[in-house]
């Protein structure tokens, strides 16, 4: 079994900044080992933001953020970090983090090529 436990999501301002965490607090099997964040906003389907590998040394991070986002992860303590900064209304969403087996960069911001999914956590940005 895979357990993803998400936080750090908060109310905003526009151009404030926000860390979230994912802690993969099980992991049977070690079943998963790269990561993704994605987000989702009413009426809008899932978006990849950002994947990394479970080494940590392969990233991939979307177009659209890749100026104000960084992913980053910490194998010690099983946790995968989301890093925004300058941040915008559009950015509102419920951020998603995802686990998967192998890195693959190709789909690193596909929400079909991961299989496990954390709960998810709010982020609004608003003046």
């Known amino acids: 079994q895979v357990q993803l436990v998400e936080s750090g999501g908060d109310s905003v301002a526009p151009g404030g900044s926000l860390r979230l965490s994912c802690v993969v607090a099980r992991n049977t099997n070690n079943a998963v080992s790269s990561m993704g964040w994605f987000r989702q906003a009413p009426d809008k389907t899932r978006e990849g933001v950002a994947g990394i590998s479970g080494s940590g040394t392969l990233s991939r991070v979307a177009d659209a953020v890749k100026d104000r986002f960084i992913i980053s992860r910490d194998s010690a303590k099983n946790a995968v970090y989301l890093e925004m900064k300058n941040l915008k209304p559009e950015d509102s969403a419920v951020y998603y983090c995802?686990?998967?087996?192998?890195?693959?960069?190709?789909?690193?911001?596909?929400?079909?090529?991961?299989?496990?999914w954390g709960q998810g956590t709010q982020v609004t940005v608003s003046s």
């Open positions: 995802a686990a998967r087996g192998r890195y693959s960069s190709l789909d690193a911001l596909v929400a079909d090529a991961y299989n496990h």
